[in-house]
């Protein structure tokens, strides 16, 4: 079941949908041909689910948008960058366990 409260984010809308939000942005880089990409999403859209709205999932597809993957040195994918009042706090690259993801949400929301 697909999470409604999923932004799609694109080089256009990049800036402007982070600078509306107040709480933490979990951005995840992925792309459709990824297997870790594929696996880790569903705990991300469940985390940002969980999380009552303090937190709020935000997806970029970086063959569509290979400038914003650039600009943030995104090597590897998944690489979710955890950004808070539009600045990037921290970062996990790899399809890491829930529990590390979770422990980064609850040190930064």
Not at 54 to 76: C, F, M, Q
Request: proline share 5%.
């Amino acid at each position: 079941m697909a999470n409604s409260g999923t932004v799609h984010l694109t080089e256009q809308n990049f800036d402007e949908a982070l600078s509306r939000e107040s709480g933490l942005v979990m951005v995840d880089f992925w792309a459709e041909w990824c297997g870790p990409c594929k696996a880790i999403a569903p705990v991300l859209e469940d985390l940002a689910q969980e999380s009552a709205g303090r937190v709020t999932l935000a997806k970029v597809n970086v063959d569509e948008n290979p400038g914003l993957a650039a600009r943030y040195g995104i090597r590897s994918i998944p690489t979710i960058l955890f950004v808070k009042q539009g600045k990037v706090a921290d970062q996990v690259i790899g399809a890491v366990p829930r529990a590390k993801l979770k422990a980064k949400l609850d040190a930064l929301a």
